[in-house]
């Protein structure tokens, strides 16, 4: 196959191609670049692979930044881009089952391929577009399937996480799963546990925010893999619902995590313990348990002002998707309506402060907080006019 119109992006990048091949070495464009020009998507990030080794790579070059030099890798800086470029390369055992012990430099894109996960993932081009498909990874992609390369075992018993990117690319490409590449995943489910929980948090939210996430949350399960995650025990029937209910990605990692805390049935104070155990910021952690408590209220009924103020305008939104996807009625325009209506939006638009009601005799102390926060509550359910004289007389 060779590709006759290639992407902006592959095209600025021909010219450090041709510098690498005009001095008698290979040079390809590898990964997933490659496989989502073929499928017609989007591509981000265009890696580089070749036969040239680090240092020869670095003379030919004016400016480049040693990135994962250890591992062949070298940033090309070309033109204000940054271009990864990796020497062909083999690896001896992974007995961490991530990173392999040893990594040899070689000559062969042969050798350099059979070590990539799926076939998929293991084509490459070269700079005119023709197609390098040495493992039927066009005829996969054709067929919408998932296969490892060579022995689905291996392949997984040398980097656990490539589980998870199985099914995770089952949901972003909505791709089937091979049966053989499926059974090796279920056999070694188990090493999952030795992943560090940074690395399986970001495959489980592209999973869940992918085209088909019904396809690899089935995928999740059937295999597993669900048993190793931090505190996923005692949720299989949580999870099989959603693998059930969930016909299309979430539209953001806060809509991912509340959809699962939501579901799980966990309230503010489990929820903190739960996301610190997948290592997420403190941020993401007020976020979800905002956006969670106000889905949990949208399952049973409409929410109130001070409800509806507590969550927040974004994480509204965000609680009507998972409310909505969990079976509660679409309140997406009534909730966009209560929020616009509000007297305040915010604790900073209260026309008192806390200076304000010292100045008017109330003493500093725990008591001042409880009264700007009765002020508060109170102006948002419209008791009281958000007019500062109002406001003080209230409390006197």
């Given at each position: 196959m060779k590709l006759e119109h290639l992407p902006q992006e592959f095209e600025l990048a021909r010219p450090v191609l041709q510098t690498i091949e005009a001095a008698g070495y290979e040079a390809y464009f590898v990964g997933g670049s490659v496989r989502d020009t073929i499928l017609g998507k989007k591509i981000h990030d265009v890696d580089i692979a070749t036969s040239a080794y680090p240092e020869e790579v670095k003379r030919l070059f004016k400016r480049t930044v040693d990135t994962g030099i250890e591992h062949g890798t070298v940033m090309i800086l070309d033109h204000g881009t940054g271009y990864e470029t990796t020497t062909f390369r083999s690896e001896s055992?992974?007995?961490d089952y991530r990173r392999p012990d040893q990594v040899t430099f070689v000559r062969s894109l042969a050798e350099d391929l059979k070590r990539r996960d799926f076939t998929i993932n293991a084509l490459a081009m070269k700079e005119n577009g023709e197609v390098i498909d040495?493992?039927?990874g066009l005829a996969d992609l054709s067929a919408k399937q998932l296969r490892a390369v060579g022995d689905p075992e291996q392949r997984f018993h040398e980097d656990a996480l490539r589980m998870m990117r199985a099914v995770r690319f089952a949901s972003q490409l909505d791709f089937t799963i091979v049966p053989a590449t499926l059974t090796a995943i279920a056999d070694h489910a188990s090493l999952l546990a030795?992943?560090?929980v940074e690395r399986?948090?970001?495959e489980l939210l592209k999973l869940l925010q992918g085209q088909t996430p019904k396809r690899g949350l089935a995928a999740f399960m059937t295999t597993g893999l669900w048993q190793y995650c931090p505190e996923f025990s005692g949720h299989e029937a949580s999870l099989n619902d959603l693998s059930e209910r969930l016909s299309t990605g979430?539209?953001?990692?806060?809509?991912a995590w509340s959809l699962l805390t939501t579901q799980f049935s966990l309230d503010a104070s489990q929820i903190s313990p739960f996301l610190k155990a997948w290592k997420t910021a403190n941020q993401m952690i007020t976020d979800v348990q905002a956006t969670t408590t106000a889905a949990r209220l949208l399952l049973e009924r409409e929410l109130q002002p001070w409800e509806v103020y507590q969550c927040g305008g974004e994480r509204l939104t965000i609680a009507n998707e998972v409310a909505l996807i969990l079976g509660a009625p679409d309140r997406g325009s009534q909730l966009a309506t209560q929020w616009a209506d509000l007297p305040i939006q915010s604790k900073k638009e209260l026309a008192v402060t806390g200076r304000d009601l010292m100045q008017a005799g109330v003493q500093p102390g725990p008591q001042l907080g409880q009264d700007?926060?009765?002020?508060?509550q109170r102006v948002v359910c419209g008791e009281?006019?958000?007019?500062?004289?109002?406001l003080i007389a209230a409390i006197q």
């Amino acid at each position: 196959m060779k590709l006759e119109h290639l992407p902006q992006e592959f095209e600025l990048a021909r010219p450090v191609l041709q510098t690498i091949e005009a001095a008698g070495y290979e040079a390809y464009f590898v990964g997933g670049s490659v496989r989502d020009t073929i499928l017609g998507k989007k591509i981000h990030d265009v890696d580089i692979a070749t036969s040239a080794y680090p240092e020869e790579v670095k003379r030919l070059f004016k400016r480049t930044v040693d990135t994962g030099i250890e591992h062949g890798t070298v940033m090309i800086l070309d033109h204000g881009t940054g271009y990864e470029t990796t020497t062909f390369r083999s690896e001896s055992t992974y007995t961490d089952y991530r990173r392999p012990d040893q990594v040899t430099f070689v000559r062969s894109l042969a050798e350099d391929l059979k070590r990539r996960d799926f076939t998929i993932n293991a084509l490459a081009m070269k700079e005119n577009g023709e197609v390098i498909d040495l493992f039927d990874g066009l005829a996969d992609l054709s067929a919408k399937q998932l296969r490892a390369v060579g022995d689905p075992e291996q392949r997984f018993h040398e980097d656990a996480l490539r589980m998870m990117r199985a099914v995770r690319f089952a949901s972003q490409l909505d791709f089937t799963i091979v049966p053989a590449t499926l059974t090796a995943i279920a056999d070694h489910a188990s090493l999952l546990a030795k992943i560090a929980v940074e690395r399986t948090q970001v495959e489980l939210l592209k999973l869940l925010q992918g085209q088909t996430p019904k396809r690899g949350l089935a995928a999740f399960m059937t295999t597993g893999l669900w048993q190793y995650c931090p505190e996923f025990s005692g949720h299989e029937a949580s999870l099989n619902d959603l693998s059930e209910r969930l016909s299309t990605g979430m539209s953001s990692e806060t809509a991912a995590w509340s959809l699962l805390t939501t579901q799980f049935s966990l309230d503010a104070s489990q929820i903190s313990p739960f996301l610190k155990a997948w290592k997420t910021a403190n941020q993401m952690i007020t976020d979800v348990q905002a956006t969670t408590t106000a889905a949990r209220l949208l399952l049973e009924r409409e929410l109130q002002p001070w409800e509806v103020y507590q969550c927040g305008g974004e994480r509204l939104t965000i609680a009507n998707e998972v409310a909505l996807i969990l079976g509660a009625p679409d309140r997406g325009s009534q909730l966009a309506t209560q929020w616009a209506d509000l007297p305040i939006q915010s604790k900073k638009e209260l026309a008192v402060t806390g200076r304000d009601l010292m100045q008017a005799g109330v003493q500093p102390g725990p008591q001042l907080g409880q009264d700007l926060q009765t002020l508060e509550q109170r102006v948002v359910c419209g008791e009281l006019t958000n007019d500062a004289s109002q406001l003080i007389a209230a409390i006197q």
